[in-house]
């Protein structure tokens, strides 16, 4: 019998009255690790309540103050590391060494976080700086919480995309109720319990497991949340968007990154960086490389370097850190497998790959795709990477920003001028040049356009999305 996890909510560990449980699946163990939770609406209405009275008494501490909370649950992290990484890689099916990496970014992204908080300061404005104005006025502004933070996670970092929602809500003074992806959700439970070792007061996080059907819009409705920030599936951040009202968003949805290269490329360097790109955790993040848009020119070197790389790549259980693993499903799997079978019947033609096991599909690379095949504008959240051969720059600008997404796109070249002027025409949160498509370092600000989100994320972003200005005004009168 696996264990049932339970929910967190004013301080403490409790099963919910629903008396219903949900089953977690691990993605290449062929069982199941655990059960979450299954909650009931009165059980999030009083995970909002408590929040609502802790978030006064939390937002009076200082900004040190909370840090201290903060520095605390890294210790906690850090002692609990190698249990949680198992956890992820259990749950989620990452590779063990990169589950471990994602504890270790999490710890460093607290740090910075705190650090960046308590060097974070207001400004003044002076009245005598508009038409008409005098010395008589001065602005004092400065930032202050916003509430009530609802933090909803994906399940590929189920424990760093959670605390980058998490730790800058919570040095701002907000409290938070956090809702983890179901599958993710285990490790989420095992990252609150560090922040309750870390002696974090009760009802500043609490920690909310269920059905979508029961709790998801119920959630995202209710009149006791201040801000949302989601990442997740598109589909998904358009119904919260919908939803959500007067709320403020943060969402940083899915995405169809380029790697557009150019004659001159370094195509050692670039195959390396677009294999990385695209099959690193299978496919399985927002930023993955989706689609090559190469000059014809140099397609037929890019797409032999390309085959070299994949081969290379190790295939198999995360436990033996292979590259590519098993995907979160078998919905996913059976989705990945339907693209590249539209795209081979529609004449695109197979490199290497369309090999499958049930849910772990082998490295697939896809030549000649055209754009009346779905793989060309669909995203996969999959090892299967198609190329697509154009005749010129702006062509290559053009087919990138056809799509419905715009979160990150990749130029490769020699030209730094000619790459700047590419970026400046690409519709994304980001261009990187010479480098693959990702959200870190976590400092950068990180930004999803068109389908792939709104507002900004990275950590300066993320503190400043989840607090308010408020102004201050000295009236001098004398
Ligand atoms: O899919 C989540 C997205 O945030 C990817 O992050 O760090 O792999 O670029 P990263």
């Known amino acids: 019998m696996s264990k049932n996890y339970k929910f967190y909510v004013n301080g403490e560990w409790k099963e919910s009255e629903s008396g219903e449980t949900i089953d977690i699946f691990s993605p290449y163990m062929s069982q199941e690790v655990g059960r979450v939770q299954a909650i009931s609406r009165q059980e999030v209405d009083e995970a909002i309540d408590v929040a609502k009275i802790a978030q006064k008494e939390w937002a009076n501490l200082t900004v040190r103050n909370r840090g201290e909370y903060l520095y605390r649950w890294i210790d906690e992290l850090l002692a609990m590391k190698l249990d949680i990484a198992k956890t992820i890689m259990e749950e989620v099916g990452k590779p063990y060494s990169d589950a471990v990496k994602e504890v270790e970014r999490t710890v460093d992204f607290i740090r910075y976080t705190i650090e960046e908080a308590t060097h974070m300061q207001g400004e003044s404005m002076l009245g005598e700086s508009f038409p008409g104005g005098n010395r008589s006025k001065i602005a004092i502004s400065h930032r202050v919480p916003i509430g009530i933070v609802l933090a909803i996670s994906p399940f590929n970092y189920p424990v760093n995309l959670s605390v980058a929602k998490i730790a800058p809500a919570l040095i701002s003074g907000n409290a938070v109720i956090f809702k983890p992806a179901t599958q993710g959700a285990i490790s989420g439970v095992k990252m609150v319990e560090a922040l309750h070792r870390a002696g974090l007061p009760k009802g500043v996080l609490n920690l909310v497991t269920g059905r979508g059907s029961v709790i998801g819009d119920y959630l995202i409705e209710h009149p006791g949340i201040n801000m949302i920030s989601f990442t997740g599936g598109t589909n998904t951040g358009m119904h919260i968007s919908k939803r959500a009202g007067m709320v403020p968003l943060v969402m940083e949805l899915g995405g169809k990154d380029p790697a557009i290269v150019l004659e001159d490329a370094d195509m050692k360097l670039t195959s390396k960086q677009i294999t990385s790109g695209a099959y690193s955790y299978s496919g399985q993040r927002c930023t993955a490389i989706k689609r090559v848009l190469v000059k014809e020119s140099v ?169 308010r200005e408020k102004i201050t005004v000295l009236n001098i009168n004398e």
């Open 299 to 467: 397609a037929d070197e890019l797409v032999t370097l390309l085959k070299q790389e994949i081969e290379a790549l190790t295939v198999g259980s995360p436990v033996e850190n292979n590259q590519i693993v098993p995907l979160i499903d078998d919905n996913s799997a059976e989705y990945v497998q339907g693209l590249i079978d539209d795209a081979l019947e529609k004449g695109a033609t197979l490199v290497i790959g369309n090999k499958r096991e049930g849910n772990l599909i082998y490295p697939t690379l896809l030549d000649n795709v055209t754009s009346e095949m779905k793989i060309a504008w669909e995203e996969p959240f999959g090892p299967v990477l198609p190329i697509i051969r154009v005749q010129s720059d702006d062509e290559a600008i053009s087919v990138a920003n056809e799509s419905e997404f715009g979160l990150q796109a990749s130029i490769f070249t020699k030209n730094v001028d000619k790459a700047f002027s590419i970026a400046a025409r690409i519709e994304a949160g980001s261009v990187q040049i010479n480098g693959r498509p990702e959200r870190g370092p976590d400092h950068f600000p990180f930004i999803g356009t068109k389908g792939s989100g709104m507002g900004a994320q990275g950590i300066r972003r993320s503190i400043e999305s989840m607090t």
